[in-house]
């Protein structure tokens, strides 16, 4: 009887079901084996699809259809498997083996279904959060094919922290992504870059046909505002899962780099903390002593600090983070949007899909405050399949700051060439 159980639970774990088979209920046992070999095609499928073509597989796993069917599949086995492992228990009859093998045989039956369902259960648990992030955060708007051998993706950082009135798009750049091997470029546009220019047939073009020219200082960042103010040069925006505020930065930054900006992506500063808390922190190389809190005095020197932080390697949370890719007292915009870039960067590299599928439902919930976009769901798959590619390949950075560029005068000609520049050298070494 020992050596009875011994063989009625391994075979569970091999192929559930088998043991109803031979020494239970053969119809739940057939049931159960046939369910099983149902998945072993499953997954052999899975695996040969992703390795000729990931993005069919992403595609999957980024719909909400797609999902729910997962979500369904996961719970259906879990069900079954703690039906079939319970029931083996029962069929090993634990009273007629030797004492000493009991307790090793209940153990390693219980282990066993915490596996199997419990990993089920989970997967489960994901699919659900994964389908309800994605119909919250993703649009269902066009997809969008790519310019030039590229898609070209507006990010914009809005601080609208407690010391500020309303957003402040202070975090503007571009990734551009080649559609084909994933290889991204990083463009840096400075918020107070003047004289925005606007492509005939934009709703800014009207009022501004020489450029952003509104009397002082008239910086790039400022049209989000005018956007906000006017919506009737945008009236479609919402309609298009987007906002006037964020069609004016759209328009401004295509004018500044000359490309098309198939999409954008805006993110809360604030609620970028809570996802870098929800991924555990992020590594940073600091460079120089910056300032958390306080002001400057009349000399631009940082007073009434709260803390600093320091130079070197450090692994900083959701908070220190943020005033790292936020600092200004003592510094220049133009050293923030390089710590800011590379914060961007070491997201990108860090937060691998194992750490994420662990950090899930956190992840899940901190991505619902920090983004919004009009990325259609329908493009998920593919610019999942996009971003493991970029992971393999070190990202290339423009920033458009002094002394190549000026901000007060810029020179848009030496911008477009220097952007079209950025597309066709070589990657840098990693």
């Known amino acids: ?101 009991r307790l090793l045989v209940a153990a390693l039956t219980i282990v066993v279904l915490v596996i199997t ?73 400075p918020r107070n870059l003047e004289r925005s220019p606007f492509i005939k047939g934009s709703p800014l073009y009207g009022p501004f046909p020489g450029g952003y020219v509104c009397g002082d200082q008239c910086l790039v960042s400022y049209l989000y505002t005018y956007g906000e103010e006017h919506p009737a040069l945008y009236p479609n925006a919402a309609k298009h899962s987007s906002e006037p505020g964020i ?76 005033w790292y890719s936020r600092a200004r007292h003592g510094t220049s915009d133009f050293d923030r949007m390089a710590r800011q870039r590379q914060v961007q960067q070491a997201i990108l590299k860090q937060f691998d899909p194992a750490n994420v599928l662990t950090k899930f439902q956190a992840v899940a919930d901190a991505g619902k405050q920090v983004v919004k976009t009009d990325i259609p769901s329908g493009m998920l798959g593919h610019f999942v399949d996009l971003a493991a590619k970029s992971r393999k390949n070190p990202i290339t950075t423009l920033e458009l700051v002094p002394p190549t560029f000026s901000s007060a005068h810029p020179n848009y000609t030496q911008i477009h060439e220097a952007v079209a520049q950025s597309f066709t050298i070589p990657s840098p070494t990693p």
């Open 247 to 322: 069609e004016a930065m759209r328009d401004a930054v295509q004018g500044v780099l000359g490309i098309t900006l198939q999409y954008y992506v805006l993110i809360d500063m604030q609620g970028f903390s809570d996802l870098i808390d929800a991924l555990g922190g992020v590594t940073i190389d600091s460079p120089g002593r910056y300032p958390i809190g306080g002001q400057e005095d009349s000399h631009g020197r940082p007073i009434n600090v709260s803390a600093w932080i320091e130079p070197g390697v450090q692994r900083m949370n959701g908070f220190t983070a943020l």
């Open 117 to 189: 369902a419990g990993t089920a259960s989970y997967g489960a648990f994901v699919a659900g959060v994964a389908r309800g992030t994605i119909s919250s955060v993703f649009s269902g708007g066009d997809v969008a094919a790519p310019v030039d051998g590229r898609f070209n993706i507006l990010l914009l950082g809005g601080d609208a922290g407690a010391d500020r009135t309303g957003l402040r798009p202070d975090s503007i750049s571009v990734a551009s992504v080649d559609a084909v091997t994933g290889k991204t470029v990083m463009i840096g546009v």
């Open 1 to 101: 009887m020992t050596k009875r159980a011994w063989w009625l639970v391994g075979l569970n774990i091999l192929i559930p079901g088998s043991a109803q088979m031979l020494a239970g209920n053969r119809r739940l046992g057939r049931f159960g084996v046939t369910w099983t070999f149902i998945l072993w095609v499953l997954v052999l499928v899975t695996v040969v699809v992703y390795l000729i073509s990931p993005a069919v597989v992403y595609t999957v796993l980024t719909t909400g259809v797609g999902l729910t069917i997962v979500q369904v599949a996961f719970a259906c086995y879990a069900i079954l498997w703690i039906i079939l492992t319970l029931d083996t228990l029962r069929l090993v009859r634990l009273v007629r083996t030797f004492p000493s093998a």
